[in-house]
């Protein structure tokens, strides 16, 4: 039983709406990929650890 599941956590601005977010990265997900299962676990931009070398913004 071979299954594809994606498990994320995504920091997010204060000033963005958390339930847009979650709900267009999850239909993006199962839309263009073949996940069984995705969760995404959304934490607040202030809350992340200063100097974290995996917290970086995304390169555009």
């Avoid at 995504?10 to 977010?21: F, G, N, P």
């Avoid at 267009?24 to 809350?47: G, K, P, R, W």
Wanted: aromatic share 4%.
């Amino acid at each position: 039983m071979n299954q594809t599941v994606l498990s994320a956590h995504v920091a997010i601005d204060d000033l963005v709406d958390a339930q847009t977010v979650l709900r267009d990265m999850t239909q993006t997900c199962f839309s263009n990929y073949n996940f069984h299962s995705v969760t995404i676990q959304l934490e607040q931009q202030a809350d992340q650890k200063p100097g974290c070398s995996l917290c970086e913004d995304p390169k555009m």
